[in-house]
Nanobody
Framework: QVQLVESGGGSVQAGGSLRLSCAAS????????MGWFRQAPGKEREGVAA???????TYADSVKGRFTISRDSAKNTLYLQMNSLKPEDTAVYYC???????????????WGQGTQVTVSS
């Protein structure tokens, strides 16, 4: 079992930036594939970005060119740099990890507790 802890959420005005971090308790094959998801009130959880152990990335169309996912294996940490934030980016953001490549599908085995991101206009 992998423990995931997100941090870095907060409130920001439209056009601003935030960087989310997700610290994993261990670095094993269970963290080969990792992703960021978000869930707004009344909406389903949606995939935002994903990355594999080799650094290959996948992004949702809604965040391409604005968000960047990265990982530091030495620190067992996943990041999401969010620039040019919009009010519609407001949601609880979750990180996820698995040994199976789910990309942006919400089928990962391991999840963090989430961190709130609020973007005001």
């Amino acid at each position: 079992q992998v423990q995931l802890v997100e941090s870095g959420g907060g409130s920001v005005q439209a056009g601003g930036s935030l960087r989310l971090s997700c610290a994993a308790s261990v670095y094993t094959s269970s963290t080969d594939y990792m992703g960021w998801f978000r869930q707004a009130p009344g909406k389903e959880r949606e995939g935002v970005a994903a990355i594999n152990y080799g650094g290959s990335t996948t992004y949702a169309d809604s965040v391409k060119g604005r968000f960047t996912i990265s990982r530091d294996s030495a620190k067992n940490t996943l990041y999401l740099q969010m620039n040019s934030l919009k009010p519609e980016d407001t949601a609880v953001y979750y990180c996820a990890a698995d040994r199976i490549q789910w990309l942006l599908l919400p089928h990962y085995k391991n999840w963090g507790q989430g961190t709130q991101v609020t973007v005001s206009s």
